[in-house]
């Protein structure tokens, strides 16, 4: 049987596990990629069913956990009850360098911990006087953002008057985000009223803040890139030795000040699409900016990338590619020189979300392995779009899989390695698959960037190539 | 470059090379907008000063680092511990993609539960549909022998009533009518995953119980509590209890399901209290509770049915373990048999060997109300002084019962209980009163870091040190395994700071 055809059978065989209108709905998700098609035939950013085990979040996570919350300077409250923010508390590992408690807040957890005559009687009051607390006790934080849990939607709270109060008050900036866990099908919409509380509250106005920054031609601003590992900075280190000037990190490591100069910059540079194509667009249409999507992860693709960055800017920065090109390509050659014959048509399955399940295909490839199979937590249909430049004919195509159709997938297709996150890593390793987690790194990174993909190759070695893996059945079991 | 193929720096090392460390400054610099350092400096300062305690303990609204979670956590962690049963989280779904989280990050397990999906047109119209759809599409997917129905805030809020939805689910064909679904309602917004725990347990208690008519037998139950170490120590319960030769019952038994092998398979479901088991619990003699609080209404439940309960507050320790073990034999009627009272002296043997490393040495505790008293129990065994102890989500009456347990010792004459508050409490107390050692969770290590007071990590969730849950911290084994734990910390630290050659080393000993 050809890889189309058993896909096709294997695609059949889970979804008749379904009741039979919960079969129909998620047929539209499972897919086997036709060459040549615009998009991978597949429905996206749609709800999830009730019941199935999705891999999914929620709006909550995409704004306080994804876009807000590395912002280092700015103390991120996570508004409701007391479990949103405990379960998000310093684990993405957005590094950034600060004096936690102190100028930094990134790896803190500050709660309104709402109890239920909060619920009864409205938390405005409570949130009023929580800022003056935090203005209290953390004197050099640089604004606040306010992160709406399931609840304060709910229950008619009006923080947007609380913070507006508050923010004359206290003179800095606060920032309600109306990002309630019940809002959307995923994290994404989190995202979305993540961006439009950046324009409305930050960029908003933020002309008076920028007096006296002094532009050259060589301003970009890094957006999508959440330092995971530091993955910004060993992107950033690129950027600045091509000749280019990094104004603003997004989000990763980033601050207020660096957001409030983004108007500033002569090109955005987007890494993460999904997440903060929303800005990028609207300060296109304000200010004229115009934006480009790249991609720093292993070196065919780093190279494109800064080849095409430099195509938007003069002699002298196209030179600083070319330099930069030359400086790293020979480290990320002896690279593939040491690992490639060790992971060589290894095959892998990805299911991840945001950038990922496309993005990361090139440095697999630069190290010889092939995708057998991908999707995306929370894509729209211009992610799948975007992944045709990507994926081969008869990748298997999963929009929001199931931890059953995941492991059903899995447990056919037997790729050497699967990445994903922390919910399926398990799962695999019993199974004896080789897995690295593509949200956290694993803990390790950065992957971007020359320097990154050195790490991501030993990474997939020491997974695929792990001695442990070959003793998961005893040895008198026949 | 710092980077080569032959020698492969990651974050660890990468980072500190010349060409980043120039980097962060040219960015800080350039571009942050921070404060200078010398006021930064000054403000790190006067955090840790008293003036800054008493402002930090007047909060009022904030909370910083809470030491507790959510009631759907501790639901989920209850209901694994039941034979091929599936957690149901009506509400939300990025609740429950947090909680599967949590536990794999803490086990390095698996963790499957599901959500009702709840989105905007649930919060308007309700989620019966969701209820509707998704017990179908769990029933069908995971071919569970029971679903137990836990609940966001979001359901709570809006006011979704699980007993007639179930009962709607199951008039509307999702899943068989007689198919088990206990619930509980879960809301986050009071107490925390240790009361989620005590209303899951009840909650399946109910569905087994209430209709049922009790026929008084000689075994017993027991009831873990949401337990971080529940892998090594229910297996620890297990073993003294089969000494003793009991005849008895783990409610909740969740120690296999967050123990599988690595063998070629996933197991969803593994080990677990049989329901059949569950049913005839209530014929039981009594049912004993290893940590009083956050099971509190489990335990009114049993008593409401007839049966003795037995209260402890996670025992480490000899005396806390002897008063276990004879209240159990006093139930039961069995003796306590030689080999554990052998395993007792060895104990004490080992206390013993140690305890002038232990005597007069300064601790701070926080952790859940329960393990809290337990190790403050067993520090005050020891000698030592467990000067601030913390929980965030202990009640007044556990600051009184913990404040007790202090006042009744010698080595507990100026040690505090402090119940509600946080680790930012928690880092005035260890800043203006300093103590030798700190016991607490993974989140823990920012005190360290910031205050300097070494970490000795017990509790939940730990996420940065592999398979403590592994071993149990119950019992006399158990005991001496914190005996251990602490005591490495301490010799540790004494090498540390006495290991600079030529200056501290003549302290720098190999005989301890």
């Known amino acids: ?478 | 470059m710092s980077q080569s193929a032959e020698k492969v720096l990651d974050h660890m090392n990468l980072f500190r090379a010349p060409e980043y460390t120039e980097m962060f400054e040219s960015k800080k610099t350039c571009f942050e907008g921070g404060h200078p350092d010398i006021k930064v400096q000054e403000i790190a300062d006067w955090t840790k000063s008293m003036e800054y305690r008493e402002k930090n303990f007047a909060r009022e609204a904030l909370v910083i680092n809470p030491a507790k979670a959510c009631q759907p956590l501790g639901a989920i962690f209850a209901s694994v511990g039941f034979e091929g049963t599936l957690p149901f989280v009506h509400g939300s779904q990025g609740c429950v993609s947090y909680f599967r989280s949590h536990f794999s990050r803490h086990f390095k397990e698996p963790s499957s539960a599901v959500s009702s999906s709840m989105t905007e047109d649930a919060a308007v119209f309700g989620g019966l549909n969701n209820m509707v759809d998704g017990l179908a599409n769990s029933h069908s997917l995971y071919k569970p022998k029971m679903i137990a129905v836990s609940t966001t805030c979001m359901a709570e809020v809006i006011g979704d009533d699980l007993d007639s939805f179930i009962k709607t689910a199951k008039q509307k064909g999702s899943i068989p009518e007689e198919f088990d679904v206990p619930f509980a309602h879960t809301p986050s917004f009071v107490g925390s995953h240790i009361t989620g725990y005590d209303n899951m347990m009840k909650g399946v208690l109910t569905h087994f119980w209430e209709k049922a008519k009790r026929k008084e037998n000689k075994k017993i139950n027991f009831v873990g509590g949401f337990d971080g170490y529940t892998v090594g120590n229910l297996r620890e319960i297990k073993r003294m209890f089969d000494l003793m030769g009991l005849d008895y019952t783990i409610l909740g038994d969740n120690s296999d399901v967050f123990d599988t092998p690595t063998d070629g398979e996933f197991r969803m479901y593994d080990g677990g209290t049989k329901l059949e088991d569950a049913k005839a619990a209530l014929n039981a003699k009594g049912t004993v509770f290893m940590q009083q609080y956050g099971t509190e209404k489990t335990a009114e439940y049993v008593k409401s049915k007839g049966q003795e309960a037995l209260v402890f507050n996670h025992p480490v320790g000899v005396t806390a373990t002897d008063e276990f073990l004879m209240a159990i034999s006093k139930l039961t009627g069995k003796e306590i048999p030689d080999a554990l009272e052998k395993e007792r002296g060895r104990l004490l043997d080992a206390m013993a060997d140690s305890q002038a490393y232990f005597h007069g040495k300064r601790f701070a505790i926080y952790g859940d109300p329960s393990l809290c008293m337990g190790l403050t129990a067993f520090l005050l065994e020891m000698g030592a002084e467990p000067v601030h102890v913390l929980a965030t989500n202990g009640n007044k009456d556990w600051g009184v019962a913990m404040q007790a347990l202090l006042d009744a010792s010698p080595f507990g004459q100026g040690c505090k209980a402090w119940a509600g508050k946080d680790l930012w409490h928690m880092r005035s107390l260890l800043a203006t009163e300093p103590v030798d050692f700190l016991i607490g969770n993974t989140y823990g290590k920012f005190l360290e870091r910031d205050i300097g007071t070494p970490l000795i990590r017990i509790g939940f969730p730990v996420f940065d040190r592999h398979h403590h849950h592994r071993s149990p911290v119950w019992g006399y084994q158990g005991s001496l395994n914190v005996l251990v734990k602490i005591l490495d910390k301490i010799f540790d630290e004494m090498d540390k700071s006495t290991n600079v050659a030529g200056k501290t080393d003549y302290s720098y000993d190999i005989i301890r």
């Open chain 1, 1 to 478: 049987m050809d890889t189309k055809t058993r896909n096709k059978a294997l695609i059949e065989e889970v979804l008749s596990a379904y009741p039979e209108k919960s079969a129909k709905k998620r047929s539209k998700h499972l897919s086997v990629h036709e060459e040549g098609n615009s998009d991978c035939g597949v429905k996206s950013n749609i709800k999830s069913l009730p019941g199935v085990m999705t891999i999914r979040g929620c709006a909550y996570a995409g704004s306080k956990g994804v876009v807000w919350g590395p912002i280092k300077d700015m103390i991120h409250i996570s508004h409701g009850p007391v479990g949103c923010g405990q379960y998000s508390w310093a684990s993405r590992r957005n590094y950034f360098i600060g004096v936690t408690g102190v100028n930094a807040f990134g790896t803190m957890q500050f709660t309104s911990d709402f109890q239920e005559k909060d619920i009864v009687f409205g938390g405005d009051k409570k949130l009023d006087k929580l800022m003056d607390e935090v203005e209290t006790l953390f004197p050099l934080n640089n604004g606040l953002s306010v992160q709406s849990e399931c609840p304060i939607g709910l229950i008619g709270d009006d923080i947007e008057a609380v913070s507006k109060k508050k923010a004359k008050a206290i003179g800095k900036t606060i920032v309600p985000v109306r990002c309630e866990g019940f809002r959307g099908v995923s994290q994404s919409l989190g995202h979305h009223i993540a961006n439009d509380a950046v324009r409305d509250y930050v960029l908003e106005g933020s002309e008076g803040k920028t007096k006296g920054f002094e532009s050259t031609p060589y301003d970009v601003a890094v957006i999508g890139d959440y330092n995971i590992g530091g993955d910004a900075w060993a992107s950033r280190i690129l950027l600045e030795e091509m000749g280019l000037r990094v104004i603003a990190q997004w989000s990763g490591d980033g601050t207020l000040k660096e957001m409030e100069a983004t108007p500033k910059a002569k090109l955005n540079l987007i890494h993460c699409y999904r997440s903060m194509n929303y800005i990028s667009r609207y300060m296109e249409e304000k200010y004229n900016i115009p934006w480009l999507e790249y991609n720093f992860f292993g070196p065919t693709k780093i190279a494109e990338s800064l080849r095409a960055i430099a195509a938007q800017f003069d002699d002298k920065i196209k030179e600083g590619a070319e330099r930069v090109i030359a400086k790293y390509q020979p480290m990320a050659d002896a690279v593939i020189a040491k690992y490639k014959s060790r992971l060589e048509a290894k095959t892998v399955m990805l299911y991840v979300g945001g950038l990922r399940p496309r993005h990361v295909v090139g440095a697999y490839e630069d190290l010889g392995m092939e995708i057998v199979g991908t999707g995306y937590e929370f894509g729209h249909n211009d992610d799948y779009q975007r992944t045709t430049h990507y994926v081969k004919d008869s990748t298997l195509i999963y929009d929001d899989v199931t931890a059953y159709e995941l492991e059903k997938f899995v447990e056919t297709v037997k790729p050497d390695l699967v990445g994903s996150g922390i919910k399926e890593k398990y799962v695999f390793q019993k199974m004896g698959i080789p897995f690295r987690q593509m949200h956290s790194w694993d803990y390790s990174g950065p992957y971007h960037g020359y320097d990154g993909f050195a790490i991501f190759a030993r990474d997939m070695d020491m997974a695929i190539n792990s001695p442990v893996w070959s003793k998961t059945k005893a040895p008198w079991k026949k």
